[in-house]
């Protein structure tokens, strides 16, 4: 079973920033936090992942707080082509496969 | 460019007549990657090979089967599709199965069954 839990869905205006949260309570110490999406009929496409630290790279910024049982995305300055479900996923740091949950869709409107 | 590609992109089939998937990648990754996703859910692991090495899910049903042939190409085989099988059918490679590898995934083959 997932071990994550997100809202069902999201809006956000076109333009503004989306943050997308995640809640990880039973997350272990050797455990990262990975985001993917899936645009409609495509796909999945990995984002970000961290482990304890912020990390941000060309498509957005994950927000891992101090207890590590929660996270956030943003995506900084979202398009209508950011319109998706976005999955977040933890995952040992060994690494293996990854346990989808039902994400969050998140609806850009313009 | 397309770095994990599966054709077709549409399938259909009879219920009960044989049906293979293709996939192939072009990043030289070790691990390749199939998963069942269903309507209105997320997408979910069937079998993985590491190399030639086949690895099964414990609730994978035995009708569907899987292939490596070489580094570059993978086949999903389902021996006697039912009605419960129509889904879209995800291919993905990472270049190991652990460590911080991420999965690269192809667009899928969306299979339906009549």
């Known amino acids: 079973d997932a071990k994550t839990t997100q809202p069902p869905s999201m809006d956000c205006a076109e333009g503004r920033a989306a943050n997308l949260p995640c809640n990880h309570s039973?997350?272990?110490?050797?455990?990262?936090v990975y985001w993917y999406r899936q645009i409609h009929s495509q796909g999945p496409q990995y984002i970000i992942h961290g482990l304890k630290n912020n990390e941000t790279n060309e498509m957005a910024s994950l927000i891992i707080t101090e207890d590590r049982k929660s996270s956030t995305l943003i995506l900084p300055h979202a398009t209508l082509r950011d319109t998706a479900v976005y999955y977040c996923i933890v995952r040992p740091s060994q690494g293996g496969k990854l346990i989808f949950g039902q994400g969050t869709e998140l609806s850009v409107k313009p | 460019d397309a770095m994990v590609i599966q054709n077709p992109r549409y399938q259909v089939t009879q219920f009960g007549k044989p049906v293979t998937l293709s996939c192939s990648q072009t990043?030289?990754?070790?691990?390749m990657y199939w998963y069942q996703q269903k309507s209105s859910q997320a997408p979910k692991l069937l079998f993985h090979?590491?190399?030639?090495?086949?690895?099964n899910e414990a609730d994978t049903p035995d009708n569907f089967q899987s292939r490596r042939p070489n580094t570059s190409f993978c086949f999903l085989d389902i021996r006697s599709p039912g009605l419960g099988d129509a889904a879209m059918y995800l291919c993905?490679?990472?270049?190991?199965?652990?460590?911080?590898?991420?999965?690269?995934f192809g667009d899928g083959t969306r299979l339906s069954i009549l």
């Open positions: 090979y590491y190399d030639k090495d086949f690895n």
């Open positions: 039973t997350i272990s110490g050797n455990e990262y």
């Open positions: 993905a490679t990472s270049k190991h199965f652990g460590g911080n590898q991420p999965q690269h």
């Open positions: 990043l030289n990754h070790n691990v």
